[in-house]
């Protein structure tokens, strides 16, 4: 017996004996298939870098159907008979690419590419479901589990939307002239562009499979109800699972100890729906993706089911597409089941509805429906949900609304869920009966019974009957105060407030006063749209125009290759880990005894099997590296998460298990020696051991001014710091060779690493070959992180002489690893009617983590200036030593931070004198600073005084849902240390051309810039060139990619390269001037003369320069629930003559939306008392989703403004506009003020609005009073 699928058209066939249980679809389409454009990050359904599309026959149905799946939920055995897609089979270079893939690419949609084939995917499976035919806002509204952290999604949306049948004219304009039918992959049967329809299998004969692995675990798959109950005989006492969609495990990583494996996702009993006059019956393993379709379907013909409609919109915010596809009703009932304190939406809504569960132990069973309430409480040994039923619901007398508040627009755990339904007399002045439910506020309450007890028989649409509700259901919810959760009294709050929005929605219209109606809806987000406007000047070559990225296409077509898309090596080990979680213990042993037991585990090295220095930040990079980090810690822990060993198996699964079973023992030097896990509380407990001045970077006033009429004091936090998030984690393979060693690393500065490894290993450096093609993403977290990572490999390598590659899954990199500096500041400040400050002294500290390594305050302390007049303020800083990894640079390190306290100043003083904050901003520009004409001319392109004057107006009308608008200037300077070298190299058979610069490719579009560079000098088609990966024999001692200059420096060693070649080849044009390019190489070539440059940048070369940028925020905030829409941002951003505008644009837009991340949705919550990062998890750190990003995206480049003091007259764009983003603070502080005031509040009432401003904060900054919940 064989499980049998194709991939790509490929029939393969499994058996125990070849492939193990536990392996999931990702790791086979890998790793057995080698197909390596299918990428993975978070293994839990969260990211969607792993998306592929499955196709198969419904059980039902019959119907051949197709959806996208998250293959790192999928288990291999669950595949039989389904062909599996994956981004190789619907196109590739050779063969011709899809639409899709091509789509994409010419609409700049990719920029590490690391997320690309899993976006690919996604659309391909959609459209594949929709049979080619989907709408903007299906697109828009289906990339809620792909995470792109490059991009800032505005281009992805783009490029898929251009392929709806409604696209909007100026995508399809846009389209027009660059697709090219020759690339697009035809099919050979049809002779149309292929749609991947072909299947290999879907006439497999379905009989039960059962088989038994080596470890005595059973696999069985099952058609039908007799069968399972036939399997379900045998278990006995052994521990079981039933297979539904299989994601349950992405959520709660499931028991190892299971014995027994049931895939029941093709009963066919499960998968029926049923619909009568009074219920509707639906099968335990419909997925959700199926059961939106038949609520639809059931609501649009029976007026008594309307409710499923609202069922259907809290449907969609479950997780996202790719899960819904195959994430069962039962296997989320389950959860819930086996976990009280998941707040399942489900059953909660099934709660709300009064739908009954039918529990079957055999397959004829007969036995009463249950409630789900008490379905949780009997025994579920052997049983299986069959179906749920759902009532039919008077739509005359029956209200139901259901809410779900998120931190992120999707793909996102609830702050609370909420689902309600009243009904009411035929008057509807009376309720008959009441539900009113939640989810994620407590293990114990889903009802709030005495609050349904005492709205019986009561008019609720009355304003004092209300308040009386009110202040029942507030003294009956108790929210668990449990981290990471958010603050309780929010979500208290929040129960409330979201029963107050259910009664303006269903109260009649007419008693409801116009103020508060908009806060009966939930926000709802238009399509989005966005404009890029640059100069276009059609005289110049490919330099200057925007010209689609190089190696787009081979991202699309997932050809690229990253580290562990390196082909598995002979005798490869896998390494993962030992993480130390003991804060301030002293590591006395080690026990390593039980993990290498395990079969499969070869080795445990810790920091005693080191040869030569435990260090991954080498000294000699002093003013960079001041204190010895370990690679493994032999002594005081020093951050919960930090390295103390690695564990070496067979495979990458197994790694990762075996190292839970090696034993760390601690002792300890003090007993409850304080932990301060972050800035904030170093800063709370005023630490002095760990608070250091750092006199090096204060600023000293050079003169005050004398009219201090007014003084303020304040507080700036932005404590909470941002997770680099790059979507390939840290990671690096080794290999022995002959001379020593090669490593692929995944970094930003080989230089470091090199360093590192080679005094760690006491080898010579000349023995150590790094190799770096492209990374996916970094963002500054591999500048020097990396280090650690390359070194804990190369030892495993060089003490087992065998290939070593180490992957960190998401949730070791987030703990092993740092972030960006985190900073808080005080200030004082003086300053005169106008706003002109006159005296300023602020006080920041920055969050340095563990050790004082790479601190970023000669940044902060620039940048804290920002465009201003600084001649009487006073800096001062301290670094704060905190009990987290060490922080590391991250895009914009410290500026971000610097503009931010700087503009938060300004905020403050045009709040205390009734001004708005921009003239504030204009009383304090250096006299001839280029915002004085720059910041009135964008005030008045962007229309803010206009839009200004609506939004008040706006505000007066709303209670609830107010706007702000907010406008942020930015001077960033750009300079860069160091050495990099280029080389160009001329081949003489055809005159094509090979480039290599130490700049790494990370997505911000280095390798197009320089091609076209190279084009442009040289006068030769962009097709002549091709980029070769950076190495440590070309790029010896390079400075790393960092700082958004190197894509510049990589320009400037490659125009040096090539103009050194024009030189040489001159000669040989002149003596022949009608000769091809080719001609000139063969002649030059048989002259002897070197076809080969090699080039070297030093810091002289460059004279520091400014970059200078406006951006403009409007959002609409509904204060019911905190959620806020970003309507609109405009970013106006200097980019000198930017030599590649597409590329430009898109590291601005994805700048700025890393930046939202920071000021909006990404939070990090450690453990008070063990310093444990408690966000470590998709589930629970939020990058900004696709809907995160502002509806209205409009980028502008200032491009009449060359650069003359670098190459080419450009500028360096990627990191200042992260620093820009700071603007949707002060415009949510804008709409957050306007609420406050409605709650009796002033303007000049300041309060510290923390980073990231998120929903449970704006809420409980508003500070509403239950007693305004009036409906008139
Ligand atoms: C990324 C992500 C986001 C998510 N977001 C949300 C969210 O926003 N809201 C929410 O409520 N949930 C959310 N979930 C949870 C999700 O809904 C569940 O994982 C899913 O519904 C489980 O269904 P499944 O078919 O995959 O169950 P499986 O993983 O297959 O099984 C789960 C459990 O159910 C049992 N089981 C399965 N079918 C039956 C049956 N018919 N009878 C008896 N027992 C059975 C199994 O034995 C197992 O114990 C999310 C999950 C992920 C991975
Ligand atoms: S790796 Fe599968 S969703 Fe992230
Ligand atoms: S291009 Fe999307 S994550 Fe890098």
């Known amino acids: 017996m064989e499980v049998s699928f194709s991939i790509n058209g490929k029939i393969h066939k499994i058996t125990p004996a070849a492939v193990p249980l536990d392996t999931s679809l990702t790791t086979y389409i890998r790793d057995y298939a080698n197909l390596k454009g299918t990428k993975f990050m978070c293994l839990e359904g969260g990211c969607g870098a792993c998306i592929v599309m499955l196709k198969g026959v419904h059980p039902v149905t019959k119907q051949n159907t197709s959806w996208a799946v998250n293959s790192c939920l999928q288990n291999i055995y669950s595949c039989h008979g389904l062909d599996i897609i994956t981004v190789e089979g619907i196109g590739s270079k050779k063969d011709g690419m899809h639409k899709i893939q091509k789509r994409l690419a010419d609409f700049n949609g990719t920029q590490c590419g690391f997320c690309t ?49 409604d696209a909007d004219k100026n995508l399809l304009d846009a389209c027009k002239d660059i697709e090219d039918l020759s690339d697009i992959k035809m099919c050979p049967k049809s002779g149309n562009p292929c749609s991947g329809k072909c299947s290999s299998l879907l006439n497999i004969e379905k009989n039960p499979m059962s088989f038994t692995f080596d470890d005595e675990r059973e696999f069985h798959k099952v058609y039908n109800l007799e069968q399972l109950f036939k399997i379900m005989g045998t278990i006995k006492y052994r521990p079981y699972i039933l297979i539904g969609g299989n994601t349950a495990h992405g959520v709660y990583r499931r028991s190892t100890d299971l014995k027994v494996f049931v895939d029941i996702s093709s ?32 609501a649009n013909e029976n007026k008594n089911f309307q409710y499923l409609h609202e069922i259907v919109k809290h449907f969609d915010k479950i997780g996202n597409p790719a899960l819904r596809n195959v994430a069962t009703l039962a296997g989320n009932l389950m959860l819930k089941y086996n976990y009280l304190q998941f707040p399942s939406d489900i059953y909660m809504i099934m709660e709300t509805i009064g739908a009954k569960l039918s529990l079957l132990s055999a397959p004829d069973d007969n036995l009463n429906p249950l409630n789900p309430s008490d379905f949780v409480n009997v025994s579920m040994r052997r049983k299986v949900i069959g179906k749920i039923i759902f009532p039919a619901l008077d739509s005359e007398q029956s209200f139901f609304r259901s809410y779900k508040v998120m931190p992120r627009a999707q793909n996102s755990y609830s702050y609370t869920n909420a689902s309600f339904l009243l009904k009411f007399n035929t008057n509807k002045d009376s309720v008959v009966d009441a539900k009113i439910c939640y989810a994620g506020i407590s293990e114990d309450l889903t009802h709030a019974e005495r609050t349904e007890k005492f709205i019986k028989d009561k008019n609720i649409f009355v304003n004092e009957v209300l308040q009386q509700v009110f202040e029942k259901l507030s003294s009956e919810v108790h929210p668990d105060a449990k981290l990471p959760l958010a603050a309780d009294d929010y979500r208290k709050n929040l129960a409330v407030s979201l029963f107050y929005k259910f009664i303006l929605d269903i109260a009649p219209k007419n008693i409801i006063d116009t103020k508060y109606k908009t806060g009966s809806a939930v926000l709802k987000r238009e399509i989005s749209t966005a404009s890029q406007e640059f100069e276009y000047i059609e005289s110049r070559s490919k330099l200057y125009k925007k010209i689609p990225k190089v190696e787009g296409e081979v991202q699309c077509t997932g050809e690229t290759q990253y580290i562990n898309d390196l082909p598995k090596q ?179 500065w080989t230089d470091t690493a090199h360093v590192a490894v080679a005094e760690m290993l006491k080898v010579p450096q000349n023995t150590l070959n790094f190799f770096v093609r492209r990374i996916g993403g970094a963002f500054g977290g591999k500048i020097s992180r990396h280090a650690q990572i390359a070194c804990a490999a190369a030892l495993g390598c060089y003490l087992t002489r065998k290939p070593v590659r180490l992957i960190m899954t998401m949730e070791d990199n987030m703990r092993a690893i740092g972030k960006r500096f985190s900073a808080i500041s005080d200030y004082d400040v003086e300053f005169d009617d106008t706003g002109k400050i006159q005296k300023l002294h602020h006080h920041y500290i920055q969050d340095q983590g563990c050790s004082l390594n790479e601190p970023v305050q000669f940044n902060t302390s620039v940048f804290i200036k920002n465009c201003y007049n600084i001649e009487s303020w006073d800096v001062t800083t301290q670094s704060a030593l905190s009990h987290s990894a060490s922080n590391t640079w991250m895009r914009a390190p410290g500026t971000t931070e610097a503009i931010a306290m700087t503009e938060h100043v300004m905020e403050h003083i045009a709040r205390t004198l009734g001004k708005d904050p921009v003239d504030v901003r204009m009383a304090n520009l250096t006299e001839d600073s280029v915002f004085k004409t720059m910041m009135p001319e964008f005030v008045s392109n962007v229309e803010y005084k206009q839009r200004k004057a609506e939004i008040d107006k706006f505000n007066s009308l709303n209670r609830w849902t107010k706007r702000g608008i907010a406008i942020v200037p930015m001077k960033y300077y750009i300079f860069c240390v160091g050495t990099m070298h280029g080389t160009v190299s001329i081949y003489h058979g055809d005159g094509t051309i090979a480039l290599s610069t130490g700049g790494i490719e990370m997505g911000q579009g280095l390798n197009t810039k320089i091609i076209q560079v190279a084009s442009h000098i040289l006068n030769l088609p962009i097709d002549k060139f091709v980029i070769k990966p950076s190495n440590t024999l070309n790029n010896a001692n390079d400075v790393g990619t960092v700082a958004s200059v190197t894509s510049e420096i990589s320009c400037f060693v490659i125009k040096n390269c090539c103009e050194m070649l024009l030189e040489r080849l001159k000669p040989i044009k002149d003596e022949n001037p009608d000769a091809t390019w080719e001609k000139i190489v063969d002649i030059a070539f048989k002259k002897n003369i070197d076809l080969s440059v090699t080039f070297m940048y030093k810091e002289e070369d460059m004279v520091p320069y400014y970059v200078y940028g406006l951006s403009c925020a409007e959002v609409e905030v509904d204060f019911l629930t905190g959620n806020m829409l970003l309507k609109r941002v405009d970013i106006l951003e200097d980019t000198g003559e930017s030599m590649s505008p597409g590329i430009d644009i898109g590291q601005i837009e994805g700048g700025f939306v890393i930046g939202l991340g920071i000021w909006l949705t990404e939070n990090l919550v450690y453990d008070q008392k063990t310093a444990e990062l408690l966000t470590d998890r998709s589930f629970n750190y939020k990058p900004p989703g696709a809907q995160d990003i502002p509806v209205d995206f409009r980028i502008k480049l200032v491009q009449k403004s060359p650069n003359k003091f670098f190459v080419l007259r450009s500028k360096a764009c990627s990191e200042p506009p992260v620093t820009m983003a700071v603007v949707v603070s002060f415009a949510l502080r804008y709409a957050i003020d306007a609420a406050r005031r409605d709650n009796g509040l002033k303007d000049s009432d300041w309060y510290t609005l923390e980073a990231p401003v998120s929903p449970d904060k704006i809420f409980l900054m508003a500070n509403n009073k239950i007693q305004d919940y009036k409906l008139n």
């Open 117 to 165: 084939p899993g976006m690919v995917m996604n659309m391909f499976s959609l459209m594949e479901a929709k049979n080619g035919k989907v709408t903007m806002e299906e697109v828009e509204n289906s990339f809620g589990g792909n995470i792109c952290r490059c991009t800032g999604y505005r281009p992805i949306l783009d490029a898929f939307k251009s392929l709806a049948i």
């Open 267 to 298: 009963v066919e009993e499960l998968k029926t729906y049923k619909v009568t006059e009074n219920s509707l019956e639906v099968g335990g393993a419909v997925t959700l993706t199926e059961a939106m379709e038949i609520f639809t379907k059931v």
């Open 570 to 748: 002979h005798n490869e080990l896998f390494a993962a880990f030992v993480l130390g979680d003991k804060v301030n213990g002293i590591i006395k042993n080690i026990d390593a005894t039980e993990a290498l037991q395990m079969s499969g585990v070869i080795a445990f090295f810790s920091a005693k099997d080191i040869p030569g220095i435990n260090n991954f930040m080498p000294l000699c990079f002093d003013g960079f590296n001041y204190d010895v980090e370990e690679i493994f810690c032999s002594g005081k822990l020093l951050y919960h998460g930090q390295p103390v060993g690695i564990i070496l198996a067979e495979s990458f699964d197994l790694a990762y298990k075996a190292r839970n079973f090696v034993k760390v023992e601690y002792s300890y030097e003090k007993e409850d020696e304080p932990i301060y896990p972050t800035i904030r509380e170093v800063y709370k407990a005023k630490a002095s051991d760990r608070l250091i001045d750092i006199p090096k970077y204060f600023i000293q006033a050079e003169k005050c001014g004398t009219d201090r009429k007014h003084k303020i004091k304040g507080h700036f936090e932005m404590a909470s710091t941002q997770y680099h998030h790059y979507m390939e984690t840290q990671q690096c393979v080794c290999i022995p060779s002959e001379d020593g060693m090669d490593i692929y690393s995944s970094s930003q």
